[in-house]
């Protein structure tokens, strides 16, 4: 088709469903799942000093009469704060927070929320992150929490020898451990949405990743829509990933030619 990316580039598109299917079965209130198909929580932490501040959204399908019950769990999964409020937008602070700090110290909390509808529980929700700071400076490159961070790394693809894009964990982790082994601490996931379950070994193994939609090649005209709603799944399904650093916006894109559409497509998505 003319509108749904990726249609052209330099690796092998497979067909089918290629990762698993699940069966969600809900109470009539619950953790938004419709919500760009992410989480129904997005965490986000600022570094304060030795604190942290941290907001939370929380989406919910239905919002009268709710309440969450708040645990944060530290990386023992030891319950260090829990408190209850009617806000679906809160903050709280972590105090001496430990900071996720790349291959040497990948720390994460664990974010616990029960939902309750007149004061009954109805759905829970987990999700993990980090606290870190970063920057990238043209001259002097990546700083990781307030220090140079040199990147070295491989850009990954998700594909097996007779196997296609249908790879299971056992794949991931081999992955990971090859990555590791060649001593590399970052991570570019060419050139579309990666499995949930690598996005989850990058947290737990501190790799610095940038993360990308298949805005690839050759400029759909009739494609802008569909760039611009994968832009917004990928950052909402994975927008609680300490690991993720960069979010991509397109790969070659000039090879089949540049025109003032395509930069504007690229001005919309970042």
Request: aromatic residues 12%; charged residues 25%.
């Amino acid at each position: 088709n003319d509108y749904i990316y990726p249609q052209w580039a330099d690796f092998t598109f497979f067909g089918g469903i290629y990762r698993n299917v699940n069966l969600i079965v809900t109470n009539k209130v619950h953790f938004d799942l419709d919500y760009y198909g992410g989480p129904g929580v997005a965490v986000t932490p600022t570094v304060n000093g030795t604190n942290a501040d941290v907001h939370v959204d929380a989406y919910v399908n239905e919002k009268e009469n709710v309440e969450l019950n708040v645990e944060l769990l530290d990386g023992a999964k030891k319950v260090v704060k829990t408190f209850k409020t009617s806000e679906l937008s809160f903050d709280f602070a972590i105090e001496n927070v430990h900071l996720w700090d790349g291959i040497e110290d990948p720390y994460l909390y664990t974010l616990r929320l029960s939902l309750l509808k007149d004061g009954n529980v109805v759905d829970n929700k987990e999700v993990r992150f980090g606290v870190r700071t970063f920057s990238i400076d043209p001259d002097k490159g990546f700083f990781l929490n307030g220090r140079s961070y040199p990147l070295r790394g491989v850009s990954r693809h998700q594909d097996r020898y007779n196997m296609g894009w249908a790879i299971t964990r056992k794949e991931h982790e081999e992955d990971m451990a090859l990555i590791k082994e060649v001593g590399a601490n970052t991570i570019r996931l060419a050139h579309y949405q990666h499995d949930q379950y690598f996005y989850d070994l990058c947290d737990e193994n501190g790799m610095v990743v940038w993360a990308e939609i298949p805005f690839i090649s050759v400029h759909l005209p009739k494609g802008r829509k569909n760039t611009v709603e994968q832009m917004k799944e990928l950052v909402m399904q994975n927008y609680n990933h300490p690991s993720i650093f960069v979010w991509g916006l397109s790969n070659e894109i000039t090879i089949g030619g540049e025109n003032d559409e395509l930069l504007d497509n690229h001005r919309e998505l970042n």
